[in-house]
């Protein structure tokens, strides 16, 4: 539910503001609503804003995303060990951050070159181990070789060329003054070897150069003597290079764990500071007096008021009231669900909040997501996996999202389970097959009409309850033309559920002539609310009552892929091919059944459910207070 909220304004005496902010703070209830037309700024909120950048900044070099795990301790000692005037805290965090963001920068430049020169060096070792047993050859007989970059128009060229030239100047054989090996790069770009004696090594480069060749060179301090050697120091340095870069990634890794922390501490610190800051420009002064306006829930009011009035007596003084009607779109939206319900509150995230004074969806929600998951997933083996894929997400997270998630998808297995118990499946027929297991209802392969009118009932009801909501919505905000579409759609599947009724023969002829007359109430109501846009909306509502067979359709599909995996068994045995070919198709089947089962119960409820009556655009509630969760995020 949506918790009801006051308008609450604290006068202060100035002398003692500094203190009432910090209580404030403290208390972490109080929403700021500070108006619209509000600039402030100062040097100390400018300070505080480049330091916090800079902590952020570190931060995400250091790769740490520890925010989750952050203790309180780490936050308290922080704070206590930070008590020096705010100017000395801000100058000296700021100089001594500089100092280490400088070391940081050498580290991760270090690494940076590191893995830029592994790159490079493995790059040139693949190379010349082309060329490998053509250097070796012919260093090893006294020839000078080099390695061009050409095309292959210019290599024949050149190679002409410098046989033409080494004919002219010694006029014998030429095969044994000149050998060459081309390598074609996977890119089309040539790479050739050419080996003459060390007499013609420049006149080799010459010509090279000039019909467009460009001399493969070694990464820098690499070279050698000769390529052979510079492929021998290559290979050494791709086999010391591995370990200094594991050696830096580790201490980089303990810096990280040592200072994160620290330093995400001192981040939330200043967040703190800027926030107290920010609402100590923001109270109107008035004199010897201040004032402060914000929101809170109304359920904590009482503790507002003690602590304030136990604190600061006669020095504080404070109003209250409940917003006025016109102000609902301005008032935050703070929601208050049962432990068991609260969870489900993670589907709204997705969406704006609700509107102050509508309806939260949440325990619809939690109710019906997973009933419809587990109708479609409808497996005792599967819901026990499920069930132990919720249960890691609860104890093996420290983040809130995850464990929420946790407990969704344990609710989802314990109604596959239980739908698997009405169905009869453990792990497709394998139950049935090792302990004679038997549908509680009916078996789903067998019996697809039952299961597909069931899962039209759950969505008229479904359907039904959300047009209800959205009545009573139109209702409470006088808006009639919402409340006559609502209605009117209700008269019209009333209508046409008792007319099939009727047909069937399970209510008396009677309940025809009053299903006759709801359709006529309906479409009046529905013309008189929405015009020919009622009767769309009506027309819509059938068709989202029919989606619901995706339930059906979707369950059918899982099951009968259950009983494929079986069927191998059958096939090949309890051989080993037989096991992997059934254990693949269960383990395809499982992922297929829960992210089916989550997608489209999500979408049943965000558009047919919700589509009803929801609609978003509320503010999120966020108080003034020390707590830490996603404080980092913010700009």
Known sequence: MIRDMLRLAIWGVTRRKSDIIATLHDLGILHLDPPKSLD??????????????????????????????????????????????????????????????????????????????????????????????????????????????????DMAEALTLIRNEISRIAPIKTGEYMRYHPYIQPDREMLVAVAVNEQFSEMVSRIMESCNGALWKAPSGYERENILATSDAIEEGLNLLPEKRRELESDLKNTAQIWGPKLAAIYILADEKLEEIFLGKMAHSLGDAFLIEGWIPADELEKVLSSLRENYGS?????????????????????????????????????????????????????????????????????????????????????????????????????????????????????????????????????????????????????????????????????RHVWMEKTGNLCVLFALIGALVTLKGWLPQEVFTIALSSLIIGLILLIAGGGIGGLVESMGAIGNILSYVRIAAIGLSSAILALVASKFIDVFGLSLLGIFLALSVHLLNFVLAIGGASIHSARLHYVEFMGKFYSGGGKDYKPFSRGREFRWRRG
Not at 50 to 69: C, F, I, S
Not at 96 to 105: A, E, K, M, W
Not at 107 to 118: A, G, H, I, M, T
């Open 40 to 153: 402030i700024t100062s040097p100390q909120l400018d300070r505080l804003k480049l330091l916090r950048g800079k902590l952020l900044g570190v931060l995400e070099a250091l790769e740490w995303t520890g925010w989750a795990t952050l203790k309180e301790s780490d936050i308290s000692h922080a704070r206590y060990s930070l008590n020096l005037p705010f100017d000395d805290i801000v100058s000296e965090i700021s100089h001594s951050l500089d100092q280490f963001s400088n070391r940081l920068g050498c580290s991760l430049n270090e690494r940076k070159d590191l893995q830029d020169l592994y790159v490079k060096l493995k790059n040139a070792h693949e190379i010349l181990l082309h060329f490998h047993s053509f250097l070796r050859k012919d260093i090893s007989e006294g020839y000078y070789v080099s390695l061009w970059w050409m095309n292959k128009t």
């Open 315 to 479: 020095d504080v003084f404070v109003q209250w009231r409940y917003p006025s009607a016109a102000e609902w779109n301005d008032v935050p939206i703070s929601l208050s669900n049962s432990n068991l319900s609260r969870p489900f509150e993670l589907f709204l995230k997705l969406l704006q909040p609700p509107r102050y004074k509508t309806t939260d969806p949440t325990s619809a929600i939690a109710l019906f997501f997973p009933l419809f998951g587990g109708c479609m997933v409808g497996d005792v083996g599967y819901g026990l996996l499920i069930f132990l894929l919720g249960f890691s997400l609860r104890k093996r997270s420290q983040n809130r999202i995850c464990n929420d998630l946790g407990v969704i998808v344990i609710f989802m297995a314990i109604w596959s389970i239980a739908w698997g118990v009405a169905y009869g499946e453990f792990f497709g027929d394998v139950g049935h097959r090792l302990f004679g297991m038997e549908p509680l209802w009916v078996e789903r392969s067998h019996a697809v009409m039952p299961v597909m009118i069931l899962t039209i009932v759950m969505g008229a009801a479904h359907i039904i309850l959300g047009l209800f909501i959205g009545l009573y919505e139109g209702i409470k905000t006088k808006r």
